[in-house]
Each structure stands twice: as structure tokens, then as C-alpha cells.
């Protein structure tokens, strides 16, 4: 279990923005490890640190041993060592692969208060920069601001790691292909609109949401890999986010209700799960928005961190069920004399759409996990597009299942159960009262 919480500490950034500016303030903190980033850096890399207002107090009658405190940097080989210090509280100093940048050591001249120190990285790797205090019964206050970043070929300073994230040009492709996909949707609509539902609207506003959501994560990335900051991107990136993750999961607990298609109105069961799956995407979005407001620096960072991961595979597991319950009513319906043929094709359809889901959720949310953890991180961004891929192939999927269109198998055969049954009661005889 230990092992899972560090891996998910450890690769949580995999998706979003590494290597931006972090301006932080510590306040009081006793924490005998912080991990403040982790960054691939290519062969002339650079650790930038600069602290200020720097103060440490402590509890213990001992002098305070200033050595056993500051910042470090170690490669990917060290992630035993630092898996024991994240869990067992233990100090690492001395350990193999764990080296200084700035020990505390150099602020022994109390008249010091500040400090900057800039560090090459010679050796292409995965490196984690993070703050250790092995000085027991001791806490620190300081401002610290941290640069991470590679030089690119003109000599300037690139803050975005390439081997986490897909280059913008492929996240601007992504976000023209939505809306392209969008644009596509609206003219199935429009073509098609006597057969258009509730439901189709919703899905056109998801579709939109989503193109948005990508270009604003693209911007974002940009201003980071120029200027280190994103320049207010990531807020309106983070409330996309928001509004995308819980139009996905209303959307597709819709869906697969039948409402609006189906049945439209939804039975009390149905807006059960509906409401139970806006709420726990409501608090995963939560613990997304706090951990990359906050930091590393929150209180019991790690615990958001696993209720962010759990809460976000439990409620893409409740999505599912709505469409297992519709799939168990249609095959109670087929066992009505006349309606095998129509609960036949709607079968068809709802299960397309449980295989979707089902494939959505144990690849894209179990298997790109899985994948991450055991994946050199020289290779982590196959699986950044692998997960964009197999999103898109469930959006693709499930829009083409549920499109408006006329040649739709249960509207047609509704119509023809319809006339059916009129010429059944016009071939009745009918009573002669005498």
C-alpha cells in the first residue's frame, strides 16, 4: 500500500505542468520531507533556488545542528530512499544518489538571511528537488522560489519538461480535432432535427467544453515554457477542467439511463446515482483544484492525493451502472410477446455503450496508471497520448451510437411496432349490438 501512495505522489504531475516558477511561502514546518518537484532534465539543465527570510526555531535544548537542513536534488535511483523518507519519517542524508544544493549550513552567519544558489545538471535523468529537516524538534519559515528547467537550442530557458508532456503543437491538434468534432455533431443535429433530444444538447455542450479545455492546457503549457508562469491560464484551464469532468459524467449516466431517448423521465434509482456521481466528481475536482493551488506544502498533501486518485476511479465505476441496470430492463422487456425485435436492437445499443465505458474505465483510468508506474519516464509521454487517444475513441464511440438520425434501429422499429398494432386492431372484427 505504501509503495502505491508514493507512486501516486510521485507521478501525479505526469499530465499537468512540470517545470514552472513556484514562489512559496513556509510557514513554521517541521516535516522531515517535502517534495517540491520532479523534472526530467536533458544534458545541460539547470536547479535554481533562491531563499529568503529564512528563520528556524526549535523546541530542543540542543544547538540546532543547521547542517541537517536544506534542499537536495537525486535522480530516479533514488526512489527507495525516498519512499522510506515519505513514510517512515526517517532522514536520508548520506544516502546514495542524494545531493545538495543548499544546506543551512551557509546561513550559520545569523546576519545571513538569504540565499541563491543555481546548480547544472549534468546527467540526462528523472530528479526529484525536494526540501529535507533532520533536525529534531526543529521547525523552519522561509520563502522559497524555485526554477527547473533545460535550455533549449537557442540558449534560453525552457521550463516545460518534454518528457512529461505532449508538445503543444500535437495539445493545439487535439483541441482543433474537437472542435472539428463538435462543428460535425452540430450539422448531424441540425440535419436531423426532429429526431434531436435533451440529451444530444448536453453532449454537444460537452463536446464543446472539452475543445476549450484543451487549447486553455495548451496555453498554459506555452506561457510555462517561455516565462515560467502561465499568466492566469491555469485558472481558466482548472475551471474547464471542472466543468468538462462533471458534463462527462452527467452526460454519460444520462445516456446510459436512456433519458430523454427512452425514458424521460428518470426513475428515482436513476437520479440516485446521477446525484451520487456529480457529488464524488464534485469532490475529486476539489482535491484537483487544492493539490495544484496548494502544492506540496498542504497539510496531509499526500491524503488528497489518494482521495483524488480513489474518489476518481470509484465514481468512473458508478457511471457504469446505470447502463448495466437499463441492459437488465430491456432483457426483462424482451420477454414481452411482440417487442423481441425492438428490446433486441436497443440491447445492441446499450451494450456498445457498456463496452465503452468499461473500456474507458479500465484502460484510461486503471491501465494508463498501471502503465506510468512501471514506464521509464523517458517514455511518459506515450502514455499521455495513449490516454487522449482512448478518450477520444469513447467519445467517438458513444456519440456515434447515440447520434440523431432517423435510420436510428429503435426508432424505426417503434414505428413499425406502432403501425403493426394498428392494422392488428383494424383486422378485428367488431361487435354487433342487435
Known sequence: ??????????????????????????????????????????????????????????????????????FFYAPSPAFDALEDALFNNSCILGKPFISPIVTFNELSNFSITSINKTIPIT??????????????????????????????????????????????????????????????????????????????IFMMALLLVKSLE????????CFVRFTGTPHGWDIIWLALTFIRTLLFDIVFVLMGSGWSLLTPCLPDIQKLVLALSVLMQIVVDICFIVMQGMG?????????????????????????????????????????????????????????????????VYMEKLGIFILRIFLSYKFWWVSVILEQAIEGGVYMLAFYTFRPNEKNDYFVLEERQGEEELVTVSSMPTSVVV
Request: hydrophobic share 45%; charged share 15%.
Open 1 to 70: 500500500m505504501e509503495v502505491i501512495v508514493v507512486c501516486l505522489l510521485l507521478i501525479f504531475h505526469i499530465p499537468l505542468m512540470n517545470g514552472e516558477i513556484q514562489h512559496l511561502d513556509v510557514l513554521s514546518e517541521s516535516r522531515n520531507v517535502i517534495m517540491f518537484e520532479d523534472f526530467g532534465f536533458s544534458k545541460g539543465g539547470y536547479i535554481s533556488i533562491s531563499l529568503s527570510s529564512v528563520f528556524m526555531s526549535s523546541t530542543s535544548t540542543n544547538p540546532v545542528n543547521s547542517s541537517l537542513m536544506g
Open 123 to 200: 546527467s540526462p535523468d528523472l530528479y526529484y528537488v525536494f526540501f529535507l529537516n533532520c533536525a529534531p524538534q526543529t521547525s523552519i519559515s522561509m520563502q522559497v522560489n524555485l526554477e527547473t528547467y533545460n535550455l533549449n537550442p537557442k540558449g534560453k530557458k525552457d521550463f516545460i519538461d518534454e518528457h512529461f508532456i505532449v508538445s503543444p503543437a500535437i495539445g493545439f491538434s487535439l483541441s482543433a480535432l474537437y472542435f472539428i468534432f463538435l462543428l460535425l455533431w452540430i450539422y448531424a443535429c441540425y440535419k436531423n432535427r426532429p429526431f434531436v433530444h435533451r440529451i444530444h
Open 214 to 221: 484543451l487549447f486553455s492546457r495548451d496555453e498554459t503549457q
Open 296 to 360: 506540496p506544502l498542504i497539510e496531509n498533501y499526500s491524503y488528497w492525493v489518494v482521495t483524488f486518485y480513489a474518489v476518481d476511479f470509484s465514481c468512473s465505476m458508478w457511471i457504469v451502472f446505470p447502463v448495466s441496470h437499463t441492459i437488465d430492463n430491456l432483457r426483462e422487456s424482451s420477454k414481452t410477446e411482440g417487442k423481441e425485435a425492438i428490446t433486441s436492437f436497443q440491447l445492441t445499443l446499450f451494450c456498445s455503450i457498456y463496452i465503452c465505458l468499461q473500456a474507458y
